[in-house]
């Protein structure tokens, strides 16, 4: 009997979160009350997003590219803060944040 349960492909499942998504925690805060947000664009790819469940609760990470920006809509749980790469720190709540191309 062959597994499907392959450690190689775990990454990238962890790429879609923390890579396409953005959604990193910040190895100085344990516990996801910190975060860094970081999505990465891919050629050919306008949008992605991904939700991860925390002990602090559902982060949501979301963009969208067009010619000359990339729309990010974040949720970010109570008590926690997000530092977003090439904007800054933002709290709990809902955001979206404009990143100029």
Known sequence: ?????????????????EGLAGIQK???IP????????PQTVAGL????ATRQTIAGEIVSTWSRSANEIS???????????IVKGHGE????????????
């Open 46 to 49: 306008d949008r992605a997003g």
């Open 72 to 82: 990010l809509d974040l949720t970010i749980p109570v008590n926690v803060t997000a």
């Open 1 to 17: 009997m062959k597994s499907h349960n392959q450690p190689m492909l775990a990454s990238v499942g962890a790429w879609f979160f």
């Open 26 to 28: 910040d190895p100085a």
């Open 31 to 38: 516990g996801y009350r910190r975060i860094i947000v970081d």
């Open 90 to 101: 933002v709290g709990s709540g809902r955001h979206r944040i404009i990143l100029r191309l």
